[in-house]
């Protein structure tokens, strides 16, 4: 099975700040990557796919890069509604395998 | 619009068995792969399984920890996808959501990633 680590598994972060998360597989998956965000007691929202591509109606301050085993999240201007957990997801084989998740909080 | 609906979701007991079902609506079922993803609580996403489409005879793949126990079913006609969840174990208790897969094609292969879900139904095994 393929093994998705999120790092960091949580951070605190002000309104307006830019956020970085990291992916990675325990081996290459090209880009077949999607990520989710999820608020508590809320369904996961699809954010992005195959890396990089945004989800419609997703906005642009969102965006993914990465390919093989390393990949990134960055949202740009972090604001109020945007505090949630981050998933990323591998489907490049299976079992589709979760990161663990890292929840985004208010410094 | 695209909506996901769960239903089935309750209590039973250990050994006990459940059937859930996901309503579908805003597009056409039969061209889609269709998934279960399961949520414990307080916990990370864990994905239960797959059924394929139509045109891949509706073939299905399961998590090594449901395999043999659940069964995962759909009805084009009738807009539905359902799990038929049988030897329910303490650990399975979670919040069980049905998700809707697309597909792209990259060279000469298809990946399908999820793009909708549904709000989640509960699932507590417990004596």
């Known amino acids: 099975d393929i093994q998705m680590t999120q790092s960091p598994s949580s951070l605190s972060a002000s309104v307006g700040d830019r956020v970085t998360i990291t992916c990675r597989a325990s081996?290459?998956?090209?880009?077949?990557l999607a990520w989710f965000q999820q608020k508590p007691g809320k369904a996961p929202k699809s954010l992005i796919y195959a890396a990089s591509n945004l989800q419609s109606g997703v906005p642009s301050k969102f965006s993914g890069s990465g390919s093989g085993t390393d990949f990134t999240l960055t949202i740009s201007s972090l604001q109020p509604e945007d505090f949630a957990t981050y998933y990323c997801q591998q489907y490049n084989s299976y079992p589709l395998t979760f990161g663990g998740g890292t929840k985004v909080e208010i410094k | 619009e695209v909506q996901l609906v769960e239903s089935g979701g309750g209590l039973v007991q250990p050994g006990g068995s459940l059937r859930l079902s996901c309503a579908a609506s805003?597009?056409?079922?039969?061209?889609?792969?269709m998934d279960w993803v399961r949520q414990a609580p307080g916990k990370g996403l864990e994905w239960v399984g797959r059924i394929r489409n139509k045109a891949n005879t509706y073939t299905t793949e399961y998590a090594a920890s449901v395999k043999g126990r659940f069964t995962i079913s759909r009805d084009d006609s009738k807009n539905s996808l359902y799990l038929q969840m049988n030897s329910l174990r303490t650990e399975d208790t979670a919040v069980y959501y049905c998700a809707r897969a697309s597909g792209t094609r990259y060279s000469s292969s298809w990946h399908w990633y999820f793009d909708y879900w549904g709000q989640g139904t509960l699932v507590t095994v417990s004596s």
């Open positions: 081996q290459g998956i090209s880009n077949y």
């Open positions: 805003g597009f056409t079922l039969s061209d889609q792969y």
